[in-house]
């Protein structure tokens, strides 16, 4: 934290930097060519972005090092001063203004100002700044075994302050147990020779694999130029020319495969050529596949109609090949876990400088992998969440000590399969949650009756709810009180949901529970009266024959005893208002969300269907029953119901569960 | 035993920062306004580490350690070197002149924090 005195020192400094500017900003609109107001510009953004860094300003020295990048641009004789270049610089003066003071302007501001003094500047600034985007080339990289490390320090490495063994316990660190280190002594001169202070001695050391490359370098830091270093993967034997594959040429049908094919992978000998691929292209594999699904669908139906067994054939041939093309789009698209994690290690990292918290932080399930539409998403809601762990759920070491815990508290992020979807969780071990809190915080917040009955996760869940915050105090970190229902609503645009738990005293979990992939899902299609509807095979639990006790009645909902419990059923037909025959047998499907278990009363089940999600229209988007639709063979639409959403809106719940929290 | 840090830089806000972020670590800070002041406080006692800014009045940071290494004494005690981007080449003569590292402004409390540890963790 830097302190206030320190804070009104850098106010000062800075205020004068930004009059200064403006000052030459509004002079250089008099007299566009004098070299030296540009000079002066110049010098101003390169300061501002300097301290501003220095106290935290991120985003103001990133914006300034674009806004930087014109008047360099200018300097150096590639632009010209123009009134427009002065305008959007002016505007651009302002949005430092609001940045310094502490406001929070709409986050596209910025890339709109870059952009437009990228025009005004014909490009030239732009070019600065892009230079280093990488290159979208083919990518060929074997499989690393491990690293071999060959290193000698300069003679004065000690003189001026080195510690070679330290250096030493880092790698040792960085490499775990299979690290082996081996001194080189071939370049120590003769006793006679030898200065005590002169460092002579090399080192040979072998590093297991799971070491990341840019962790054995930082501990270099500084000395790379000076000594003699050279850091080789250890690679497996490669077969000439290679072979190219997707990263998990598997199907994606359930986790065991998942976890084989990613060990598959790991194996030492299966050496693979890599190939990068623009994401655009993939979408649009995905989006040609799911059309081909459904053009498949329409072929089967029709074969079936014509009872033809030779058409049958072939129809059969597409459709295998259309799955097994589907299976392999999707497995394409799948990103590890590991494509995000190193941020959030930077986070945790800085999160433990900024509140003073010493935590280990670690992060499970590296090689679980999401769609990568899905895993880039989730990057700001578990920023979000790993912040309160942190800022909200540690307790600092005086209150652990306390409380009788270990000093440091432990945050871990984990990523799991669990069946068709991925859980991902970010725990603590801190203060944990407390439920009457939460719950009198909700009533005076007018979010729910004093008289409401909540389950125990439900009460977690109000902390979802917008504008709930339980923060005592609003710190820099966590913001205000803003952010927790945006985590909901980015996981459930995603088709996810988000579950807490919570121990008081022990600490929280946040489990973000996303489906695999996106685009297309293994759907259970039912008929209720002329209606077709679908839901994700993954969430079905059982199908039940003729439930004796169903046929009284037309309630929407009702209960019916199964397996000494109580499950509530939704009548679709009265649910959705359907018309048609009505089928004298209907047939329960069992359906789980959350820890929830609920029927759903259909008259037919239609069969298991490969569901190709449309999503729906603008006007029908607040139908959040319905997650989308999808193009059935004959050409008509079924709905894909959206379970937990659909429970909700009937006010369903758990009914064996406790109910208060 | 707390580590024992001297701090070099001109510039007060820059000099209080870093002197804040390693106290609340723990660290003994000393400051020094400019390269002079430095090397009698230097000499005056030995020292964990030494960050001195290059740019000061007088006598620039390649210029102390320069005459802080002249003395045997300070063999040991590691240096490290504040400077702008735009200075960059002058790292490799901070490094002649016998810093063990640097640290390129604008920087932030954890990069620091993170060398300091490193250098004297």
Redesign the interface.
Known sequence: MIDAETQEIFRQETEALIESLQDALLELNKTPDDAELVTQVFRDLHTLKGTGAMFGYARLAEFIHDFEAAFEAVRSGNATVTPELVEVSLKAYDLIVALLDGEDPPADRDAELKAALTAVTKGEAAAVTQSDAPAEAAHVEGEVEGWKLIFKLPPDFMEIGGNPIAMLDELIEIGGEGTVVEALTDKLPALADLKPSEMHTGWQVTLPAEASESDIRDVFMFHEDQMELSLEPILADQPAGGEITPATPTETKTSTDQQQASQAAKKPGTAKVQMRVSAERLDDIMDRVGELVIAEARLSDLAAKLENPDLMEVVENIQRLALGLRDTTMAIRLTPMSSITGRFQRLAHDLAGKTGKDFDFVIEGETTELDKTVIEKLSDPLVHILRNAVDHGLENSETRIAAGKAERGTVTLSARYSGADVLISVKDDGKGLDPDFIRQRAVERGLIAENTILTRSETFALLMEPGFSTAEQITDLSGRGVGTDVVKSTVEALRGSVEIESELGAGSTFTLRLPLTLAIIEGLLMQVGDERFTIPLAAVGGILEQPDDLRKGSEPTTVIELREKLVSIMRLREVFGCSGPVNEHPKVVLVETGDTQVGLAVDRIIGSYQTVIKQLSPIHSRLNVFSGATILGDGDVALIIDVAQLVRSQGLGNLDKEQAA | MSKDILIIDDS???R??VA?TLQ?EGFEVTQCEDGAQGLETAKAKRFD?VITDQNMPNMTGIEFIQAYRSDPSS?????IFLS?ESEGNLK?QA?SA?????IM??????KL???VN??V?
């Open positions: 007060p806000s820059v209080r920062m804040m609340q580490m063999s040991g005690v590691p240096i702008t490799d490094r016998g810093a063990l590292g640097w402004k604008p920087f932030e409390q954890a924090l993170a060398v490193k250098v963790g």
